[in-house]
């Protein structure tokens, strides 16, 4: 499978999350960029998580049905279910629409921005959890790609 580049101007894949992008902060997304994405490319899918929390895996981001065309995203996404571009965003563990930042409860946790092309538009609405869309993703992955980055709290 073809492998996307994911990479962020607040932060490089190993290195610590700005507190900025984080609970502790102004809790808004960071701005990503992707290149690579295969010929057929229908919607790009986004999923940020944590497989660090005690409890497990916690999704901090879901986003579907982004255009291919779009290469990038802003810091500061919006928290709407329907962004300008069209895409959707779906509910995180923290019961909510859009980005919700790293407040791990203790030590260092790693959180991995994952980007996924799909060779078609998904048929969901908005506010589907990472399960829904990654049930829905099955056998229409292209390529994929991620940018890990940590948080921990002073």
């Not at 916690?58 to 962004?83: A, C, D, G, I, T």
Request: proline letters at 10%.
């Amino acid at each position: 499978m073809k492998e996307i580049k994911v990479n962020s101007s607040a932060f490089r894949d190993g290195e610590m999350i700005p507190a900025k992008y984080t609970a502790d902060g102004q809790d808004i997304s960071p701005p990503l960029e992707w290149t690579d994405l295969p010929q057929g490319t229908a919607s790009i899918a986004v999923i940020n998580d944590d497989p660090d929390a005690p409890m497990g895996t916690w999704v901090h981001w879901v986003l579907y049905n982004l255009p291919p065309e779009v290469k990038s995203l802003p810091e500061n996404m919006p928290p709407k279910e329907r962004l300008s571009s069209g895409a959707l965003q779906g509910t995180t563990d923290f019961g909510r629409i859009g980005y919700g930042g790293p407040a791990p409860p203790r030590g260092v946790h790693r959180y991995y921005f994952k980007v996924y092309a799909l060779d078609c538009m998904l048929d969901l609405p908005a506010g589907e959890t990472k399960d829904q869309l990654e049930r829905a993703m099955k056998g229409h992955i292209l390529a994929q790609g991620q940018l890990m980055g940590k948080y921990a709290r002073r």
